[in-house]
């Protein structure tokens, strides 16, 4: 059963007008921040209610609006991040274009709290229905004074920017999203100095994922209270999952953290496709470790995903069948990083074209039983040692696929071909 | 003068949004893009003379990101996703599909000037797997009659 | 002074708040390998060879970008801290074309090095390299991408410390970073050429040799070369040099890295400078002119030839029929001597190094010489100073590195920079917070219109200036005609621009001026010394600079080389000091100043002269005065490198050596004594200065026993302030400043009397005189390599006036003034004001200073299309 908290009215059709937003309780909890609470209890409360961020890290929001810091007089910037470029995600492309006035307001919300008069929305440039819609529900609301100058007479000023990528996935990495918005090439910088104390334009900057910010109305109307009794003890609320790859029924789906994965594969998506033997599933993006069959009873919550050896990440469900070549798999995404890389730190720049390298040799047929160590040694090189985590990511599929499915590299390099065949057809019809 | 003056007004106009003009390069760009179907030095200097931003710094930008190409495509760009939830449905097949049946080779023009295929990294897509990605447009749960009935409605409307 | 300690492999290793762990620990002599940190440039832990193993983190960290703090506990050797190292390497040779056998960087290469320390003896990296191709069929990828720079892409490890210098240094946007992950590659923006005037030190600081110098290109191994520190002779700023040579060549310059002045950078005057050493056009041997033309010779028969001349022209006019000119690039040692040859042996005063400006003497004013009477003031001050006033000058082109710490003090302490200037230049670009144009000649007036301005503001503080109320009223009593509405419709600068920069200065805690050529070149130029001195007065903490004209003018007005003050600027009362040590009597006739021995020559007056590494011919206004007053001489000794416009009116011609082939001392414009060795030995048949000079007053009678000029500083050293090294050896890194104890303190408030420039109707344009890209003065002409950057005069005219003379870009237009004229390809200046000409002084082919009158104060021009 899915717990349609954010994606309750996303199947409407015209719930992207502002008119029909309204009548479904768009902007009442805006109005409601703006009249009763103060910008402090605001923090306290998003701290109290549990909300970890959904981009991927699962960072305690309340807690970072808090490192924000007071006696600044530099102006503060909120950016609320839709550059969902990580292979397998797209749920927060259901709420930009379904509900786009729920992440307006989370926008309005947060903005509130950090004492932030403009806010940017980025968004990956890809996205041309999502930047519309997002463009229009900022437009509306600037027109029914949601937005602007003095807004309902609250003193309170904001405006929002949306600014389109121009195509580069490291601009999801928020340093990166940073560069970018300023105008620059999308290069992750340093931490420290964090964000919250020096970003935008080095002024103090918070970055929130889409789906973080969209839960906001929903914690401001109902209470703190409410939302920390959804979920797990550690892991509030819901979350999107992006189901895709070799399941009946592929999709978004809502659901309550600490959802049983046999019950959403298995379940909400309708199985495995052709009813094959599942062989894999990667949990939360292709940035995390695949999880094998006998771990199909996680429970999707941070702690219990990582208690299993994966990682909740932006909680995109990649189903693989017993079809599928390994080797194959971890091709296409080290090509994926390789292309991805910004190219500033060293072993990222160079070892995510290397790993590709050895992998697209090895997938051809002419791999050398040493590749496998080189490739898990290159991997060690990478991770923990590079400026931003998109090599650590470039890392994860190749360590994880070796170390579960060694004896299937092996196959591949001693007879020159798959051990399993994945001729994927296009479908006729 | 290559960009109109339509496109330098839009530029100089997104410009105001942000509390730093170099912030409008990429919006700069997209109104470039969207122009003309390519960019150049010549529109570099262009946007960097309506912003008061450096050339080097629109140039840079540009080479950057994905979406800025230099090299001119056809009508129709068609982006198929090579990413994992994709090509598990088998979007490689849709590439090399689309490439016999247009008769292209990865990113050159068809001889009609209507085509250019290409690869993309994953478009946010994959609930919907394959796709491609046409100009601005998603097209999504691909199959071989929807791709043929696509290139055809593309044809018809040249 | 340290705050804390760290530990750094068992090592208790002290901090200064603010460090980083690269800091803390390399000062402390442990080693951590860097490729893209420098201490000059903002870290950005890119490379990532300087993981370090940091107790109670997880994850490796940056030693570069890491700031220290108490209690860590670091680790350089432990297993992870190799084991990440040694990856960073292999992944950086991974497609490396390891091509070392034909690179210029081999044996100075960082790449080379940390993988000869730390690098693994096995490579597991089997798959093609990478290549970014630019001739498929050679192996080598060389591009050209400026006149002087060649890019191997395949060689680059992307540590983007030439991009960070072209920013974050230089300022400049010539160089950038294109594309993403291993396909970035380094480049000019689209187009364009990497040309900046700071571009060489991309390849100094390259760590690898995917960017290296066509200029040293294939030439010799650098191991089996020889290095000297020597003091750049291009300008004032001083910068030291290492000069490379092998088998007695000279081979490049890089820069010896000094903190106190160019933090390691230098500009490609100073870089390539000393090309013009090897120019084929130097004298060879000394010329005697025989039969009106001058003929090749040796030292004695040529020093004979002097030594008959001289004797029939002392006995018909005595040493007052005697004069001599310095030029200020040779060094103090030089000059000493040279002024001690005139006043001592030759039994004249009439002495000058200031031939090349024109310069009227005012009673009162005859001591004062740009560059000596500047305040006490270093460097490090400039960063200090949180307004920074550059009044009159092209920094940039005059004064490259001076121009690299106003842009530091610019990025690293958000310092104001306010261009007052009669033309638009290159720092108005992106160093400046204002640029304000004046009219030529108005700049008192400007001044005064910005201290009026300033007083009347509320951040305005009388008493943190100390000036009595009284005082400043009267001050702006007699001022008034300069201030306000009528000031700005004498200087053409808008009311309320002046209002703006007033705002700056009145609320500044610290402000520098450095006053440059543009007010040397003033008419009004005595009035502006003093109306600085004004501004100084009505700022809470000013110090202001006169930036001197070359590279030892301070040292030459310092030592003697002016026709009334002696060595160490003493006063004739100290006569007797100099008689003592010079074992002989001095004249007391009064010198002569450059137009007072010119005006000498014509009234035959005086018959004879020593001109040495001088060419007023080619630089004293009104050339065509000099040219005849030079023909009246009855013996013109020039000693010098080059056949100059002066050589070619002399009798006897000396052969000179260069500054690479001598040692000796330099002053800077922070007054500022240095010590330059020699690179090599004199070439051809020429001789040290010193060597010459002692020669000559040998020849003429005395006998100095100084031929060399470590000789030379030991008796100069006398007249050197208190603490002065004795001896070369004493002179340290730091060199010796040479301060005043006047300096720093503001004088009476004085007023200023103002003259219009006359209007001529027919000669409409303001006449400018700079320098041409990659040029300073007269020297770089003979220069190959800044040849390349700009190999031809131009006459530099605003929009507007091109478009009503019908001029564009390239075409020939003739200058003509009423003394002469010149003719040169037009180049169209943009935001260059109207009714202005700028010219290079670079190029014999286009002298300026024939275009000049050595009665003005102002030069106009007219233009015509040819
Ligand atoms: C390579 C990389 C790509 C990322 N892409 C995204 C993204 O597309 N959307 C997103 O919200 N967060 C992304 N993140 C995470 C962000 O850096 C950041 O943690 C997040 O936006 C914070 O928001 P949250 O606290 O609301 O999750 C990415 C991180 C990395 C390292
Ligand atoms: S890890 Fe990769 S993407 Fe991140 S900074 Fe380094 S090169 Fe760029
Ligand atoms: S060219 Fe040299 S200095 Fe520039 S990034 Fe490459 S290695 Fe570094
Ligand atoms: S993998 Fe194709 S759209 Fe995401
Ligand atoms: S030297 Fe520290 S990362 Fe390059």
Redesign the pocket.
């Known amino acids: 059963m899915e717990t349609k908290l954010l994606s309750q009215f996303v199947g409407d059709p015209q719930q992207h007008s502002i008119e029909r937003a309204i009548e479904h309780g768009a902007y009442q909890a805006w109005q409601k921040v703006l009249k009763e609470i103060a910008p402090a209890d605001l923090i306290q409360i998003v701290k109290d209610s549990g909300l970890r961020?959904?981009?991927?890290?699962?960072?305690p929001?309340g807690m970072?609006w808090g490192f924000v810091p007071k006696e600044t007089l530099k102006p503060k910037y909120l950016c609320c991040?839709a550059?969902?470029?990580?292979p397998g995600t797209c749920k927060?492309r259901v709420l930009l274009e379904g509900d786009p006035h729920a992440v307006v307001e989370g926008m309005m919300i947060a903005s509130y709290a950090i004492d932030c008069h403009t806010a940017f929305f980025y968004i990956r440039g890809e996205y041309d229905v999502g930047q519309v819609r997002m463009s229009k529900a900022i437009d509306d609301a600037y027109a029914k004074g949601f937005l602007g100058k003095n807004i309902l007479g609250s003193g309170y000023d904001l405006d929002i920017v949306v600014h389109r990528g121009g195509g580069a996935?490291?601009c999801?990495?928020?340093t990166a999203l940073l560069s970018s918005l300023e105008g620059d090439k999308g290069l992750a910088r340093l931490k420290p100095p964090f964000p919250a104390v020096e970003g935008l334009y080095n002024c103090p900057t918070i970055?929130?994922?889409?789906e973080?910010l969209a839960n906001l109305p929903h914690i401001v109307m109902k209470g703190a209270q409410w939302f920390a009794g959804l979920g797990t003890e550690k892991s509030k609320g819901t979350r999107i999952f992006s189901v895709s790859g070799h399941v009946k029924n592929p999709g978004n789906y809502e659901l309550e953290l600490g959802y049983s994965l046999r019950d959403l594969v298995y379940g909400l998506a309708g199985g495995i496709l052709d009813d094959k033997p599942l062989k894999a599933i990667i949990p939360g993006g292709s940035s995390t470790p695949l999880l094998l069959p006998d771990k199909i009873d996680t429970k999707l919550d941070f702690e219990s995903v990582a208690a299993a050896g994966s990682m909740l990440g932006s909680g995109a469900v990649i189903v693989i069948h017993e079809e599928t070549c390994i080797v194959w798999v971890a091709e296409i995404l080290a090509h994926f990083y390789m292309h991805e890389s910004c190219g500033k730190c060293t072993p990222c720049r160079q070892g995510t074209g290397w790993m590709y390298e050895i992998l697209r040799r090895i997938e051809a047929g002419h791999g050398k039983m040493e590749d496998i160590d080189t490739l898990l040694d290159i991997a060690d090189n990478i991770e923990g040692n590079t400026i931003?985590?998109?090599g650590d990511?470039a890392a994860v599929p190749v360590i994880s696929t070796v170390k579960l499915f060694r004896d299937e590299y092996v196959y591949h390099i001693e007879h020159g071909k798959c051990k399993v065949r994945s001729q994927f057809r296009l479908r006729v019809k | 003068m290559i960009l109109s003056d339509s496109a330098k007004l839009q530029i100089s106009q997104t410009a105001t949004r942000y509390p730093k003009v170099r912030s409008a390069i990429l919006p700069a760009l997209h109104v470039a893009y969207e122009e003309h179907g390519y960019l150049s030095d010549q529109m570099y200097e262009e946007i960097a003379q309506v912003l008061g931003v450096k050339f080097i710094e629109v140039a840079e930008a540009a080479s950057f990101y994905t979406m800025f190409p230099k090299a001119k495509r056809g009508k129709y760009l068609i982006q198929v996703c090579r990413n994992i939830s994709c090509a598990l449905l088998g979007s490689h097949h849709l590439t090399t599909y689309l490439l016999d049946k247009l008769n292209v080779g990865l990113g050159e023009i068809t001889a009609d000037g209507l085509f250019t295929v290409v690869e993309a990294e994953c478009l946010g897509s994959c609930t919907t797997a394959p796709m491609m990605q046409v100009n601005a447009h998603y097209y999504e749960n691909l199959t071989v009659e929807k791709v043929d009935r696509l290139i055809e409605e593309f044809r018809s409307q040249k | 002074m340290s705050d804390f300690n760290i530990t750094v492999n068992g090592q208790q290793v002290p901090v200064t708040k603010g460090q980083t762990v690269l800091q803390a620990s390399l000062a402390a002599g442990i080693d951590i390998p860097v490729f893209c940190w420098h201490a000059q440039l903002v870290p950005v832990g890119a490379c990532r060879i300087c993981l370090v193993e940091i107790e109670k983190l997880p994850k490796l960290q940056v030693a570069c970008a890491t700031i220290a703090s108490e209690g860590m506990i670091v680790h350089t050797d432990s297993p992870k801290t190799i084991k990440a190292r040694q990856g960073v390497l292999e992944f950086i040779l991974a497609h490396h074309p390891l091509d070392c056998p034909t690179c210029d960087k081999g044996g100075e290469c960082d790449l080379q090095n940390l993988t000869f320390k730390y690098g693994l003896d096995y490579s597991r990296q089997h798959e093609p390299k990478h290549r970014v191709i630019v001739d498929a069929n050679s192996t080598f990828d060389d591009l050209l991408i400026g006149p002087e720079i060649i890019r191997n892409q395949n060689r680059c490890i992307h540590c983007y410390r030439c991009t960070r210098i072209v920013d974050e240094i230089a300022f400049e946007d010539d160089l950038g970073a294109y594309q993403r992950g291993y396909h970035t590659e380094i480049l000019p923006p689209p187009g364009r050429e990497i040309r900046n005037l700071y571009s060489g030190n991309v390849v100094e600081y390259c760590p690898v040799g995917a960017l290296t110098n066509d200029d040293w290109r294939y030439k010799v191994r650098v191991w089996l070369t020889k290095q000297t520190n020597v003091i750049c002779p291009h300008c004032p700023d001083g910068c030291n040099l290492k000069l490379w040579t092998f088998h007695n060549k000279l081979f490049r310059a890089t820069s010896n890295a000094n903190e106190n002045i160019d933090n390691g950078f230098l500009c490609d005057i100073g870089r390539y400078g000393y090309r013009y050493v090897a120019s084929a056009d130097r004298i060879k041997r000394p010329m005697v002119r025989r039969a009106g033309e001058l003929v090749e010779t040796g030292w004695e028969e040529a020093l004979t030839f002097i030594k008959k001349q001289t004797d029939d022209i002392k006995s018909k006019l005595s040493g007052s029929g005697f004069f001599g000119f310095i030029g200020d690039i040779r060094t103090n040692e030089e000059i000493y001597a040279f002024q001690r040859l005139l006043r001592r042996v030759i039994g004249s005063n009439n002495i000058d190094h200031r031939f090349h400006r024109r310069r009227r003497l005012t009673p009162g004013e005859e001591v004062i010489s740009r560059g000596i009477e500047s305040d006490n003031a270093e460097y490090k001050d400039i960063e200090n100073a949180d307004v920074i006033i550059v009044l009159g000058s092209d920094l940039h082109s005059e004064n490259p590195i001076t121009s690299l710490r106003v842009k530091r003090a610019v990025k690293r302490h958000n310092a104001k920079v306010i261009l007052l200037n009669p033309l638009p230049t290159p720092l108005g670009k992106r160093t400046a917070t204002v640029e304000v144009i004046y009219k030529q000649g108005t700049a008192a007036v400007l001044l005064h219109s910005l201290i009026d301005a300033m007083v009347d503001l509320n951040q305005f503080d009388a008493s943190a200036v100390k000036l009595s109320a009284a005082d400043i009223a009267d001050f702006r009593k007699a001022n008034a005609a300069y201030s306000g509405v009528k000031g700005s419709e004498i200087t053409g600068v808008d009311v309320s621009l002046v209002a703006r920069v007033a705002e700056m200065l009145a609320a500044a805690q610290n402000v520098f001026i450095l006053a440059g050529s543009y007010i040397e070149r003033d008419p009004l130029r005595d009035s502006l010394h003093l109306a600085v001195a004004n501004l100084q007065s009505f700022c809470k903490s000013a110090r202001k600079i006169f930036l001197p004209p070359d590279s030892n003018s301070v040292g030459a007005a310092f030592l003697g080389a002016e026709p009334t003050v002696l060595p160490g600027r003493q006063s004739w009362a100290k006569k007797a000091v100099c008689e003592d040590l010079w074992h002989g009597p001095i004249s007391d006739a009064p010198g002569k100043d450059t137009i007072g021995i010119l005006e000498a020559i014509d009234e035959d007056e005086i018959e004879c002269g020593f001109v040495f590494n001088a060419d007023p011919v080619r630089l004293f206004p009104d050339g065509e005065y000099v040219r005849s007053v030079m023909e009246k001489l009855k013996l013109l000794v020039v000693i010098d490198s080059f056949m100059t416009d002066t050589a070619r009116f002399a009798d006897v011609i000396l052969p000179l050596s260069t500054f690479a082939e001598i040692e000796g001392t330099r002053v800077n414009w922070e007054k500022r004594m240095q010590y330059s060795q020699r690179a090599i030995p004199p070439l051809h048949e020429s001789k040290p200065g010193c060597q010459i000079i002692e020669l000559l007053a040998d020849r003429l009678g005395v006998r100095f026993n100084q031929p060399n000029p470590a000789d030379v500083y030991q008796e100069m050293a006398k007249f050197l302030p208190t603490g002065a090294p004795t001896i070369y050896a004493g002179i340290g890194k730091d060199g010796f400043l040479i301060r005043s104890v006047a300096a720093n303190k503001p004088g009476k408030l004085a007023d200023l009397r103002f003259v219009a420039p006359a209007i001529d109707t027919e000669y409409r344009f303001f006449l400018l005189v700079g320098n041409a890209d990659h040029h300073r003065g007269a020297l770089t002409e003979r220069n190959e390599t800044l040849m390349k950057f700009t190999s031809e005069p131009f006459v530099g005219i605003s929009e507007a006036d091109a478009t009503d003379l019908a001029v564009s870009d390239g075409d020939l237009v003739k200058v003509e003034s009423k003394y002469g004229r010149v003719v040169g390809k037009a180049m169209i200046l943009r935001d260059f004001p109207s009714r202005r000409v700028l010219l290079p002084e670079n190029f014999g082919e286009m002298s300026t200073n024939v275009l000049m009158g050595r009665q003005d104060k102002i030069d106009l021009v007219r233009l015509a299309k040819m």
Request: hydrophobic fraction near 25%.
């Open positions: 961020g959904r981009g991927g890290a699962g960072f929001t970072k991040n550059d969902e470029s990580e927060d996935y490291i999801g990495e928020e970055i929130n994922n889409v973080t931003c985590p998109l990511a």
